[in-house]
T-cell receptor, first 113, second 115 residues
């Protein structure tokens, strides 16, 4: 079965600093990978997804993620954090059929003014 | 935003009572999912559906049942609610996209408290 590990359940950054949220996956073949964001009391919103077209994936709100097969990683980054980025972030991997997702336990991002 | 609604949005019930949560979509997507979200566990799949009357179990299906009689509605039932089922429940939908993968789109969630 697929699995996802998110290192760091809580990450704090200063406003304007680099955001780096880590995600490692376990898969025997290149999977499909996703990052979702969840704002308080809301559902999950898709940030970006990797579907093997390009290893560097750009998403909404200035976020991007790079697929590194050798490291089995799909880390999420943003060059400059904004207060509005404070939220919970989830990494997910889908199975080979594409219709079952496996989510990480989430990383809560705090942005310090 | 994908057209997904969940009802009720909040519910408080007592142990041993039956509870049904409803997910309604206007996107005509084939796949529908029920997840629960708990601190430290992320989202865990309860059941999913791949068509009308076609459902399958997920990771944490014990104590839950589902039904899908129409494309647009997916019901989650707790036959006899327990305190361990206190959680936030999310519905998601997806459709097969080009490239062979689906993107899941989520509803706003239902906060269920079992006393």
């Amino acid at each position: 079965a697929q699995s996802v590990t998110q290192l760091g359940s809580h990450v704090s950054v200063s406003e304007g600093a680099l955001v780096l949220l880590r995600c490692n996956y376990s898969s025997s073949v290149p999977p499909y990978l996703f990052w979702y964001v969840q704002y308080p009391n809301q559902g999950l919103q898709l940030l970006l997804k990797y579907t093997s077209a390009a290893t560097l994936v750009k998403g909404i709100n200035g976020f991007e993620a790079e697929f590194k097969k050798s490291e089995t990683s799909f880390h999420l980054t943003k060059p400059s954090a904004h207060m509005s980025d404070a939220a919970e972030y989830f990494c997910a991997v889908s199975d080979l059929n594409g219709n079952q997702f496996y989510f990480g336990t989430g990383t809560s991002l705090t942005v310090i003014p | 935003d994908a057209g997904i609604t969940q009802s009720p949005r909040h519910k408080v019930t007592e142990t041993g009572t039956p509870v049904t949560l409803r997910c309604h979509q206007t996107e005509n997507h084939r796949y529908m999912y029920w997840y629960r979200q708990d601190p430290g566990h992320g989202l865990r799949l309860i059941h999913y559906s791949y068509g009308v009357k076609d459902t399958d179990k997920g990771e944490v299906s014990d104590g839950y049942s589902v039904s899908r009689s129409k494309t647009e509605d997916f019901l989650l039932t707790l036959e006899s609610a327990t305190s361990s089922q206190t959680s936030v429940y999310f519905c998601a939908i997806s459709e097969l996209e080009s490239g062979g993968t689906d993107t899941q789109y989520f509803g706003p969630g239902t906060r269920l408290t079992v006393l």
